[in-house]
């Protein structure tokens, strides 16, 4: 629930010439061309009262509480469904125009029943903070319609009270046009109309997916989250970036007496805006779970200075205070190095972890330790992305962003991922782009995926043709000639190797290879190659196979040959499968490149960060020329004895490594092991 109004014009472009120069109660301001009043308003700091609009769903123009008044206008216009122009002058705030609204906010107070009303000393919500400050009071002995039941819907998030509805339509808007699910919508007519889930059911029955986007835009408090209902206020807003998935949504933490309380949806995130998944809505409870480690734990055993023979059984845990548990690691991991080397040691870094984290992970391997054993869990996910990537590209990243894919692509290939379940509000996105603008979405998965709901294709191929099925698309695009000559020419370099190589992919070959019909194969290729841009995404369905690298190097060379790169809504994007994959991968956690992906193998890249890591007293620093260990590697070496001590943070190999039996035995073979971790 929205508690109050909130400022969320767009960012402005940064070209002075690009931007609509008016004026708003006399104040001259600038504005991109296409800026609706009430957000270019809004990103100067000049609040236009709105119950309908949110700057994350298209414009209704509906509760006419935002009228302005535009010179030169006949009428009062809606602030939110008008956009700038040059030369404008708008006045927001008249006396006629307040006394519009207060008309307006008392005849909606002719549907609202709370009976907290006007007891709080701030504002219980959006809707209640604009009715104090133009001073509407609902008339006395006039309700539109009957009581109905509070919390009547079992939802487990999400409170219902639809006597405090207003029928602003912001829930039924969200839902459809954010989360592309359709749960809410407007029965009956008149003083009867109401707001219900599907047809007239309870919200989970209605396929609702818990994303909370109703109650976030929800101006009154008819839907609120469970948390918030009856809270106190937080005593401060922090904004954060969710841990879970790698779409990178970001949000405000409500915290109070230094306790998370709930997280409130903040419409400047840049990736997601004011749109959540229901883990990064409400799977916060971990933070103050009663399990969550606060002091070290260490085995008896080395408190007692005492060791522990090959086979032993670990003693029992004990608590300790951070001094004694730092100076025993310290101490452990230096008598390893000096009496077996430095690469005698291990240390797994995390997805999980923040860019400082991992860099600081590394670094401690290699300019305190000495060693490159350090790796995390993006070699058992995206490696062969890294791989593939940067021998096709120089860099394995995404080339574009989510919301320039989700809002300029003509065309999607999803291939190996299933959007919607490992990145919900990313998968959101396609298909509200596939279902709002006509982006025609591919997908390519043997499965039936929540998106094949909305794509104008849907190949199942058989698992492992992958390969097969990209080359023979590109077979078609080159016998058609849909291919970019010119990007070809200027750009790449080898093709005449690979329109040879795919020469040998014609469509009844691959027919047979991936079970899919030669029609279904044309379809796809016309359809990728003749709605540019087209953007290919992937997951861990393409990356986790024993062909991992061919995989991406295939559809690598599929947007090459069609230009598919540089150019808004195309390009090559791989998603990560926790939150911080890339960063982790960028700051060198990987045992073959330091930071910024350059060769540990490089003696330029060894002098230089030899010299950058030089340690006081100019003792210097030893960087190997060989790659260390990766993940499963050390795993297998901490079995056989090769290494003696491991240094895991955040990561978890026995629920990574596929072979559980194999990480239990080899961690129970190590000497020495050290988990960073936030849960037993």
């Given at each position: 629930?929205?508690?109050?109004?909130?400022?969320?014009?767009?960012?402005?472009?940064?070209?002075?010439?690009?931007?609509?120069?008016?004026?708003?109660?006399?104040?001259?301001?600038?504005?991109?061309?296409?800026?609706?009043?009430?957000?270019?308003?809004?990103?100067?700091?000049?609040?236009?009262?709105?119950?309908?609009?949110?700057?994350?769903?298209?414009?209704?123009?509906?509760?006419?509480?935002?009228?302005?008044?535009?010179?030169?206008?006949?009428?009062?216009?809606?602030?939110?469904?008008?956009?700038?122009?040059?030369?404008?002058?708008?006045?927001?705030?008249?006396?006629?125009?307040?006394?519009?609204?207060?008309?307006?906010?008392?005849?909606?107070?002719?549907?609202?029943?709370?009976?907290?009303?006007?007891?709080?000393?701030?504002?219980?919500?959006?809707?209640?903070?604009?009715?104090?400050?133009?001073?509407?009071?609902?008339?006395?002995?006039?309700?539109?319609?009957?009581?109905?039941?509070?919390?009547?819907?079992?939802?487990?998030?999400?409170?219902?009270?639809?006597?405090?509805?207003?029928?602003?339509?912001?829930?039924?808007?969200?839902?459809?046009?954010?989360?592309?699910?359709?749960?809410?919508?407007?029965?009956?007519?008149?003083?009867?109309?109401?707001?219900?889930?599907?047809?007239?059911?309870?919200?989970?029955?209605?396929?609702?997916?818990?994303?909370?986007?109703?109650?976030?835009?929800?101006?009154?408090?008819?839907?609120?989250?469970?948390?918030?209902?009856?809270?106190?206020?937080?005593?401060?807003?922090?904004?954060?970036?969710?841990?879970?998935?790698?779409?990178?949504?970001?949000?405000?933490?409500?915290?109070?007496?230094?306790?998370?309380?709930?997280?409130?949806?903040?419409?400047?995130?840049?990736?997601?805006?004011?749109?959540?998944?229901?883990?990064?809505?409400?799977?916060?409870?971990?933070?103050?779970?009663?399990?969550?480690?606060?002091?070290?734990?260490?085995?008896?055993?080395?408190?007692?200075?005492?060791?522990?023979?090959?086979?032993?059984?670990?003693?029992?845990?004990?608590?300790?205070?951070?001094?004694?548990?730092?100076?025993?690691?310290?101490?452990?991991?230096?008598?390893?190095?000096?009496?077996?080397?430095?690469?005698?040691?291990?240390?797994?870094?995390?997805?999980?972890?923040?860019?400082?984290?991992?860099?600081?992970?590394?670094?401690?391997?290699?300019?305190?330790?000495?060693?490159?054993?350090?790796?995390?869990?993006?070699?058992?996910?995206?490696?062969?992305?890294?791989?593939?990537?940067?021998?096709?590209?120089?860099?394995?990243?995404?080339?574009?962003?989510?919301?320039?894919?989700?809002?300029?692509?003509?065309?999607?290939?999803?291939?190996?991922?299933?959007?919607?379940?490992?990145?919900?509000?990313?998968?959101?996105?396609?298909?509200?782009?596939?279902?709002?603008?006509?982006?025609?979405?591919?997908?390519?998965?043997?499965?039936?995926?929540?998106?094949?709901?909305?794509?104008?294709?849907?190949?199942?191929?058989?698992?492992?043709?992958?390969?097969?099925?990209?080359?023979?698309?590109?077979?078609?695009?080159?016998?058609?000639?849909?291919?970019?000559?010119?990007?070809?020419?200027?750009?790449?370099?080898?093709?005449?190797?690979?329109?040879?190589?795919?020469?040998?992919?014609?469509?009844s070959r691959v027919a047979a290879i991936t079970g899919l019909g030669e029609a279904e194969i044309h379809a796809a290729a016309e359809l990728l190659a003749r709605n540019k841009p087209m953007a290919v995404i992937w997951s861990m369905g393409i990356t986790?196979?024993?062909?991992?690298?061919?995989?991406?190097?295939?559809?690598?060379?599929?947007?090459?040959?069609?230009?598919?790169?540089?150019?808004?809504?195309?390009?090559?994007?791989?998603?990560?499968?926790?939150?911080?994959?890339?960063?982790?991968?960028?700051?060198?956690?990987?045992?073959?490149?330091?930071?910024?992906?350059?060769?540990?193998?490089?003696?330029?890249?060894?002098?230089?960060?030899?010299?950058?890591?030089?340690?006081?007293?100019?003792?210097?620093?030893?960087?190997?020329?060989?790659?260390?260990?990766?993940?499963?590697?050390?795993?297998?070496?901490?079995?056989?004895?090769?290494?003696?001590?491991?240094?895991?943070?955040?990561?978890?190999?026995?629920?990574?490594?596929?072979?559980?039996?194999?990480?239990?035995?080899?961690?129970?073979?190590?000497?020495?092991?050290?988990?960073?971790?936030?849960?037993?």
């Amino acid at each position: 629930m929205a508690t109050q109004p909130e400022a969320a014009g767009g960012p402005q472009p940064r070209d002075p010439e690009a931007l609509v120069e008016l004026q708003i109660d006399g104040k001259q301001v600038r504005a991109r061309p296409g800026t609706l009043i009430v957000d270019a308003a809004a990103s100067h700091g000049i609040l236009i009262p709105s119950l309908c609009h949110q700057s994350d769903l298209a414009p209704s123009g509906n509760c006419r509480l935002c009228m302005v008044h535009i010179e030169g206008w006949r009428t009062e216009a809606p602030a939110c469904a008008v956009q700038v122009a040059p030369a404008m002058k708008i006045q927001t705030d008249t006396p006629r125009i307040a006394a519009s609204r207060r008309a307006v906010l008392e005849m909606l107070l002719l549907r609202y029943h709370d009976p907290a009303w006007g007891t709080l000393e701030k504002p219980g919500s959006e809707f209640e903070y604009w009715c104090r400050r133009y001073g509407a009071a609902a008339p006395q002995g006039l309700r539109a319609a009957g009581p109905r039941p509070v919390d009547a819907d079992p939802h487990p998030y999400i409170r219902v009270d639809l006597n405090r509805c207003i029928l602003c339509a912001r829930c039924v808007r969200a839902c459809s046009e954010l989360q592309v699910r359709h749960v809410w919508g407007i029965a009956q007519r008149a003083d009867k109309s109401h707001v219900i889930a599907g047809l007239d059911q309870t919200m989970l029955e209605a396929r609702c997916e818990s994303c909370g986007a109703c109650a976030a835009f929800c101006p009154t408090g008819a839907l609120e989250d469970r948390s918030a209902h009856g809270a106190a206020e937080p005593d401060e807003l922090v904004t954060t970036v969710c841990p879970y998935c790698g779409v990178g949504c970001s949000y405000d933490l409500a915290v109070r007496g230094g306790r998370v309380v709930r997280v409130v949806s903040n419409a400047h995130a840049p990736v997601n805006g004011m749109h959540l998944c229901v883990k990064g809505r409400y799977g916060f409870d971990f933070v103050h779970h009663a399990d969550r480690l606060l002091r070290p734990r260490v085995r008896r055993e080395l408190l007692e200075g005492a060791g522990r023979a090959p086979g032993e059984a670990r003693g029992a845990w004990v608590e300790t205070d951070w001094p004694t548990a730092l100076g025993l690691v310290a101490q452990r991991l230096e008598a390893v190095r000096r009496e077996s080397g430095p690469d005698a040691i291990g240390l797994f870094s995390s997805a999980k972890c923040s860019n400082e984290e991992n860099y600081l992970v590394q670094k401690l391997a290699r300019q305190v330790i000495g060693t490159h054993n350090v790796d995390h869990c993006a070699r058992l996910c995206h490696a062969s992305t890294v791989a593939g990537l940067a021998l096709a590209l120089g860099s394995g990243a995404m080339s574009n962003t989510m919301r320039d894919v989700a809002e300029q692509a003509r065309a999607i290939l999803v291939i190996g991922s299933n959007t919607t379940e490992q990145h919900p509000v990313f998968g959101a996105m396609l298909r509200r782009a596939a279902e709002r603008r006509g982006a025609k979405l591919v997908i390519a998965d043997p499965r039936r995926i929540d998106l094949a709901e909305f794509a104008t294709l849907h190949l199942r191929q058989r698992p492992g043709s992958d390969i097969a099925l990209v080359n023979g698309l590109l077979h078609i695009i080159f016998e058609r000639g849909w291919q970019d000559d010119a990007f070809i020419a200027a750009r790449t370099e080898g093709f005449a190797a690979l329109r040879e190589q795919v020469r040998g992919y014609p469509p009844s070959r691959v027919a047979a290879i991936t079970g899919l019909g030669e029609a279904e194969i044309h379809a796809a290729a016309e359809l990728l190659a003749r709605n540019k841009p087209m953007a290919v995404i992937w997951s861990m369905g393409i990356t986790q196979h024993t062909t991992g690298v061919a995989n991406v190097l295939a559809l690598a060379n599929l947007q090459l040959a069609l230009g598919n790169f540089g150019v808004p809504g195309s390009g090559v994007n791989p998603l990560r499968g926790q939150n911080n994959v890339q960063g982790a991968c960028d700051m060198g956690a990987l045992p073959n490149v330091f930071p910024g992906y350059q060769a540990v193998s490089d003696a330029a890249a060894r002098k230089r960060f030899a010299e950058a890591w030089a340690l006081t007293g100019g003792e210097e620093v030893r960087l190997a020329e060989r790659p260390g260990l990766t993940v499963t590697e050390m795993v297998g070496a901490a079995g056989e004895g090769r290494l003696r001590a491991l240094y895991i943070v955040g990561e978890n190999p026995a629920m990574t490594d596929p072979d559980l039996n194999h990480v239990k035995r080899s961690l129970e073979a190590a000497e020495f092991v050290v988990l960073q971790e936030i849960f037993p």
